[in-house]
């Protein structure tokens, strides 16, 4: 069982929020978590890399010389890739390199990511986090109260809020993401995170929903 202090906006500790990270995870498989990440990763690739081959090079068809009798070796088109501005032996062509695990598996790989999170005291808990309108100075005095500032950090949040998220974009390798777009890239990506109560709770009552 985990005891994470709860901060309030000023970066004073007012409570404490007790939280098992085996009720989100009994075990941390680190080769699944690997996995979901380099599928996130391949599903990041542009893939739009592309050479040419014979058949796209400009240019005659025709023999370049009769076959014998020159004193040079044999050729035939211009275009050969061993001439210069020939075409490529083995054309490289645009691809897409997204692929999907099963389902369960990138779950499962979310839920591990957020416990390895907690146990290495690397989740930092709000009671609350909103804004009547866009502020990104006042969420920077919120990150530096809370020694959040200077590195990396994913704040989370129970549902979409516009206004945070509008208040932490322009702030340095911060991002911003409600619970239900979480994935292991996201979560292990960051050096820690910044989670309110609700979002923990959503966090919590999802991954109990899913057991079910």
């Known amino acids: ?75 035939g088109s211009r275009r050969s890739n061993i001439r210069r501005g020939g075409g490529h032996t083995f054309a490289r062509h645009a691809r897409d390199y997204s692929y999907r695990l099963p389902r369960k598996a990138v779950r499962a790989a979310t839920r591990m990511a957020l416990a390895s999170k907690i146990q290495d005291e690397q989740v930092v808990v709000i009671d609350e986090l909103a804004f009547s309108e866009p502020a990104t100075r006042e969420m920077a005095a919120i990150l530096k109260a809370l020694s959040c500032d200077g590195q990396s950090l994913l704040v989370t949040t129970e549902s979409h809020d516009e206004n945070v998220y509008k208040s932490a974009r322009n702030i340095q390798q911060v991002a911003v993401s409600p619970v239900a777009e979480l994935n292991a890239l996201d979560v292990l990506a960051p050096r820690r995170l910044l989670v309110t109560k609700a979002a923990l709770d959503a966090i919590r009552k999802k991954a109990a929903a899913t057991e079910d």
């Open 1 to 75: 069982m985990a005891s994470l202090p709860v901060y309030n906006k000023t970066g004073k500790k007012v409570g404490s929020y007790e939280i098992d990270p085996a009720e989100l995870a009994p075990r941390i498989n680190k080769q699944l978590l690997h996995d979901a990440v380099v599928m996130y990763q391949a599903s990041q690739r542009q893939g739009s890399v592309r050479t040419k081959s014979r058949s796209d090079v400009s240019g005659t068809t025709k023999k370049l010389y009769r076959q014998k009798g020159t004193g040079h070796a044999r050729a």
